[in-house]
């Protein structure tokens, strides 16, 4: 395991369809987080586990967003009813919780690009 | 409201130059700042950090200082290297949480 895996690369959806994504963290990092960007923005943080609890939402996580982590390993994010706005690319990432000096273990996956057309 | 701002939208640095990159936020309740180098078609990779407490941290090329009276952050590269043209994010941290506020990156460019 040589670090976090996302899955797909990329999604070309129509407007209205359902899109699921899955993330592999790192098997040890018992943290696991989703971000979303957009072009020529950083990263926006939608949410976070802990194991399997998820402990924080964004506020730019409608209804239509929903994340799991069933037994505290892989994540699914998945978004229903797309719409264009929805286009961006999605990044997992994961950590070991540690002293504060654990920030420095967030490891981000590649990304998944999500077009909706 | 942009809590973090990275106010260049790029920057063409010749090689073996020293390259830095600016950083300013708004909070001053951030109490961790962190630099992340991002490829294209890849996730952001960490580069450094520091915390609040310290004005500056050195890693090999990389150097941050943070100046906390500006609410200002600097990431220093020396020597530049071709290697080293990438999207490079600041971003902050608060105390109660882990999740990371993001600037808008600055684009690198290495000229040789």
């Known amino acids: 395991d040589t670090g976090v895996s996302q899955d797909p690369r990329h999604k070309i959806t129509k407007r209205g369809q359902n899109v699921t994504f899955r993330c592999d963290p790192i098997?040890?990092?018992?943290?696991l987080y989703w971000y979303r960007q957009t072009l020529g923005q950083g990263p926006e943080f939608l949410t976070y586990f802990q194991n399997e609890a998820q402990l924080e939402k964004s506020r730019l996580l409608s209804d239509r967003f929903s994340a799991e982590r069933p037994k505290g390993s892989f994540s699914t994010l998945e978004i229903q009813r797309t719409e264009q706005g929805d286009s961006a690319m999605y990044l997992c990432?994961?950590?070991?919780?540690?002293?504060?000096?654990?920030?420095?273990?967030?490891?981000f996956g590649s990304g998944t690009r999500l077009t909706v057309v | 409201d942009q809590q973090v701002k990275q106010n260049s939208p790029s920057l063409s640095v010749q090689e073996g130059r020293i390259s830095i990159l600016n950083c300013d936020y708004t909070?001053?309740?951030?109490?961790?700042f962190l630099w992340y180098k991002k490829y294209p078609a890849e996730g952001p990779t960490f580069l450094i950090s520091i915390s609040s407490i310290k004005d500056k941290n050195e890693d090999g090329r990389f150097t941050v200082f943070l100046n906390k009276s500006a609410k200002h952050l600097s990431l220093h590269i020396v020597p530049s290297q071709p290697g080293d043209s990438a999207v490079y994010f600041c971003a902050a941290s608060l105390d109660s949480n882990y999740q990371l506020i993001w600037g808008a990156g600055t684009k690198l460019i290495i000229k040789p």
């Open positions: 909070n001053s309740m951030f109490d961790y």
């Open positions: 990432a994961s950590s070991l919780e540690s002293v504060k000096g654990g920030l420095a273990g967030y490891t």
């Open positions: 098997s040890e990092h018992n943290r």
